[in-house]
């Protein structure tokens, strides 16, 4: 039986701090679009007119706003980014009658689904230098 090769490490530990940021900011704006822009109730509506229980918008700017702080300061930002990630899917399932253009009326699905193969990228690549708490990658080295 073969030995599973080793996880190749980035060629700079910066480069995991530059997708944690982008990820961790994305997170806060996007739920500070809710909360400030479209509001709660506005949010809450369009939950319910795709399907979703409006109630639902509550959990999921806290997870996006808490998540987003938490990856930003790779706060165990690996895992945060895997939990959040049915939200992308979610959100992704949500527009994709919408065609790929996020500029379409309702919103498009390239956006989501780039945010979720780059949460999976940083779940996968770990959370690089400055993290506040770091956890191991759960690949073998």
Known sequence: MSAIP???????PLGPVLLRAGLGAMWI?????????????????????????GILV??????????GVAILAGFYGRQVSLLLMPILAVAAWVHWP??????????GWE?????????AVHWLVGDGAYAAR????????
């Open 111 to 119: 956006y989501p689904m780039f945010l979720l193969v780059m949460s």
């Open 98 to 107: 919408n065609g790929w253009v996020f500029t379409s009326a309702n919103g």
């Open 29 to 53: 704006s996007h739920a500070l679009l809710k909360v400030l822009v479209f509001t709660l109730p506005g949010a809450a509506k369009f939950f319910d007119s795709v399907g979703l229980p």
């Open 6 to 12: 080793a996880f190749p490490q980035p060629a700079s």
């Open 58 to 67: 509550h959990p999921v700017v806290a997870a996006e706003l808490l998540g």
């Open 134 to 141: 770091r956890s191991p990658l759960l690949v073998p080295a």
